[in-house]
């Protein structure tokens, strides 16, 4: 799968302040263009869409790197469609879209973007709203909208080159960001897990806030031999009641019995959670989610894993890689691997290449051998990001 990114950068961040657009001011040290592009190293082509007077100041910016520099247009969607149309004669299978203005993206965004277009036609990280919201006139709170289903989007938001090249080429007018321009075509975009570091440099004081991250991240470069590596392992175990399916990594697995929990009881995504929360120190998932809570009987496993995960990056960890084996004499696992590696890639923002689910018996011996249950073990790396 060929991969291009298109790197937004023809507005003028007149919100930011300062003599200059915000995109060729430096922070930590780099221009902030500089930063955003480099968080983009690993795609085939890399574009940049410029406005016209700052080509001389794109071209140093990008000295040492293989970046096409293409004219962009009065409005965003104009500027994201001369990109598009920049590609079309060496075609990538995809392509991500990502403003300037978010120079720390951790790569695992990236990575989580082009690992679920695998099997979507689309999808843009994005971060549920925890906070209430209000309604407000005049300085005044007017009322209260509920926060059920809201996210704030983020970038890079990932498609099929085609699919996107042709929307943007029947789209009219202006939009908030290309999912709106692909949701007008009909296509599907999905959500992936985004990041708190990943922010919007919008006004001045979230330049303060970016040289914190990237400056930790500047030092951390060079330190390889000291880097901190951490492991943590979990196990779980649940057994069976009446039903007629388990869940299983995010994996709903036809079967004559039902997984016994507080929760959904997906053994293998407990696992995994404990085994991130054990590479922190931070206990397992009942000092998080007491099963005494009435409020997470029947809840889906993934929220303990999203939280397992967001846990970790704030403290300034990427999940290396995770190995998941789940022990059982019934039902198969093997016909059901590939779609498990691919929701725990997609809830963690991992890659493929590092989720691991595999299966295996006890040889009819204890409980898993009797079919009176399934354990799970795990294994979780972070490394400090």
């Not at 300037?100 to 971060?127: D, E, F």
């Not at 922010?199 to 060079?222: N, S, V, Y």
């Not at 929360?277 to 894993?305: C, M, N, T, V």
């Amino acid at each position: 799968m060929t991969t291009a990114a298109i790197i937004v950068a023809a507005g003028r961040g007149t919100r930011a302040g300062g003599p200059l657009p915000k995109q060729w001011r430096d922070v930590a040290g780099k221009p902030v263009a500089r930063w955003t592009l480099e968080a983009f190293a690993d795609v085939d082509t890399l574009v940049m869409v410029i406005h016209p007077d700052d080509r001389d100041r794109a071209e140093q910016v990008v000295d040492g790197l293989d970046v096409l520099l293409v004219d962009g247009a009065p409005q965003r969607s104009g500027s994201v469609r001369n990109g598009l149309e920049a590609l079309a004669k060496a075609a990538p299978d995809v392509v991500l879209i990502h403003d300037v203005a978010r120079p720390c993206v951790p790569r695992s965004v990236n990575q989580a973007v082009l690992s679920t277009l695998a099997n979507t036609q689309g999808a843009a990280p994005a971060l549920a709203i925890t906070d209430a919201l209000w309604t407000g006139h005049n300085n005044h709170v007017t009322g209260t909208q509920d926060r059920t289903g809201l996210f704030r989007a983020q970038t890079p938001q990932g498609f099929h080159y085609s699919d996107i090249l042709a929307a943007h080429r029947a789209f009219q007018g202006e939009a908030a960001d290309d999912v709106e321009v692909a949701r007008a075509a009909g296509l599907d975009v999905a959500i992936v897990p985004g990041d708190e570091r990943n922010l919007k440099i919008t006004g001045p004081d979230d330049f303060e806030r970016a040289a914190k991250i990237l400056t930790a991240r500047k030092l951390l470069a060079p330190k390889e031999s000291s880097m901190d590596i951490r492991l943590g392992n979990g196990f779980d175990v649940h057994a069976f009641e009446d039903g007629n399916h388990v869940i299983l990594c995010g994996v709903s697995v036809p079967h004559n019995r039902a997984l016994k929990g507080h929760s959904d009881a997906d053994v293998g995504m407990h696992a995994v959670t404990d085994a991130i929360y054990g590479a922190l120190a931070e206990g397992d998932i009942g000092r998080h989610f007491p099963p005494s809570d009435p409020q997470w009987k029947g809840a889906a496993s993934e929220i303990f894993l999203r939280h397992a995960c967001e846990l970790a990056r704030s403290k300034g960890y990427e999940i290396g890689n995770i190995d998941c084996t789940l022990i059982c004499e019934r039902p198969k696992v093997g016909p059901h691997a590939s779609a498990m590696m691919a929701e725990m890639g997609r809830i963690m923002g991992l890659a493929p290449d590092r989720v691991s689910i595999k299966a295996t018996t006890s040889e009819r011996l204890g409980f898993t051998g009797r079919e009176e249950g399934i354990a799970a073990l795990a294994t979780a790396t972070l490394v400090k990001s």
